[in-house]
């Protein structure tokens, strides 16, 4: 009987606990369901670019745009032949993400010998 009153109380502690924590630290939007639809659809390609922005958008508003988010956007820039916009998302990505450097540096240099244009996903 102890055993389960003090197991109750734990649970109860715990979900009191994560009832007040928030559920992410960063602003993700719609970008999941639009990654999902733009992979099954790559026609819905508008429709996850504009998820990618207002994800940001918000991000922006509460410092808090979810990782990847501006260099996925950049990324279709670039495919779109948009050299100058990507490169502004990719930086502020390594501004925000020092981690991202590596991959993103590499991105940048080959964009800059070999532009892109088309739009497959």
């Given at each position: ?8 109380l ?7 606990m ?7 630290r ?5 970008y ?10 790559p ?15 918000r ?8 990782p ?14 948009d ?17 991202a ?7 940048i ?13």
């Amino acid at each position: 009987m102890r055993r389960t009153l003090t197991g109750t109380l734990v649970l109860a502690t715990l979900l009191g606990m994560c009832a007040c924590a928030p559920a992410t630290r960063f602003n993700w939007g719609n970008y999941e369901d639009a990654l999902y639809r733009y992979y099954k659809s790559p026609a819905e390609r508008d429709a996850y670019r504009t998820a990618l922005i207002d994800a940001i958008d918000r991000g922006r508003a509460q410092n808090s745009i979810a990782p990847g988010l501006l260099a996925e956007l950049g990324y279709l820039y670039l495919e779109d032949g948009d050299q100058a916009r990507a490169r502004v998302l990719f930086e502020e990505e390594i501004t925000r993400f020092p981690e991202a450097r590596l991959f993103l540096a590499r991105i940048i240099d080959n964009s800059a010998t070999r532009p892109m244009a088309g739009g497959s996903p």
